[in-house]
């Protein structure tokens, strides 16, 4: 069976880190030079225009005929929020808020595809979590309190990935209890990504969690990210394990 690369990654709103400067174009190139068959990407932005031709460029210049983009924020000039792109159709999306504070407008968008035949569903969810502890956790209960829902049973393949400002590690545990839950990373190698900041990476904020699905290679993505968002982005490759 294929392996499926995934890529998660946090925009920064579509900038450098170093400027602000707009770099769409810039990380359109180089995640389409990775080959990634779904993207979860976190504070994609449209701005001081049309986000929907902002966007539809952004998923030509990627060269993945399917997408979702679920709107967290918008003022007059800008709007920004999660996006899923993938080279399997995605079936069906949904955008749940899990906004706490004005100051941080989150998200959850939801998808699902048949990547490997139409007897096996891959449901996918994609988030970007507050930084204060106490918010993350209610939406974590939020985020758990949906999967439960969407999914039709307890052994079906699904993949949770953004950006979870996970400081103390207490969601970690959370999805591992609750859920089953395991980052991709933590089963490749024992220990979370470090992702943040981009130029010289400490922190390991950004997470792809799997269930049901067997984990081939996990990788933190520097060559051609490092001068772009003040992220890098996770890449795992997986494949199905058991029956959907």
């Not at 400027?19 to 995640?31: C, K, Q, V, Y």
């Not at 460029?57 to 709007?79: I, V, W």
Request: glycine content about 6%.
């Amino acid at each position: 069976m294929r392996p499926l690369r995934l890529i998660s990654y946090n925009m920064f709103k579509g900038r450098l880190w170093w400027s602000g400067r707009s770099a769409l174009a810039e990380m359109a190139t180089a995640l389409r030079t990775q080959a990634p068959d779904i993207l979860f990407l976190q504070e994609f932005r449209g701005s001081y225009g049309d986000s929907r031709a902002i966007h539809a460029e952004f998923q030509s210049a990627l060269g993945m005929p399917h997408g979702y983009y679920g709107k967290n924020f918008t003022s007059e000039r800008s709007d920004h929020g999660n996006a899923i792109y993938a080279n399997p159709e995605l079936l069906e999306s949904g955008n749940m808020d899990l906004t706490l504070s004005k100051r941080e407008r989150r998200g959850l968008l939801t998808a699902r595809c048949q990547p490997w035949g139409k007897e096996k569903t891959l449901y996918l969810f994609c988030t970007h979590l507050d930084l204060g502890e106490k918010n993350r956790l209610r939406q974590l209960d939020k985020v758990c309190t949906e999967i439960e829902r969407i999914l039709p049973g307890p052994d079906s393949p699904f993949i949770l990935a953004g950006d979870f400002n996970d400081w103390k590690h207490t969601a970690d545990q959370y999805l591992l209890d609750r859920l089953d839950l395991r980052d991709a990373f933590r089963k490749q190698s024992g220990a979370l990504a470090r992702s943040f900041p981009s130029f010289y990476p400490l922190l390991d904020l950004d997470r792809v969690y799997v269930h049901g699905l067997e984990v081939r290679s996990a990788n933190v993505l520097a060559d051609n990210f490092r001068m772009l968002s003040d992220h890098l982005p996770l890449s795992v490759e997986v494949v199905s394990a058991g029956k959907n």
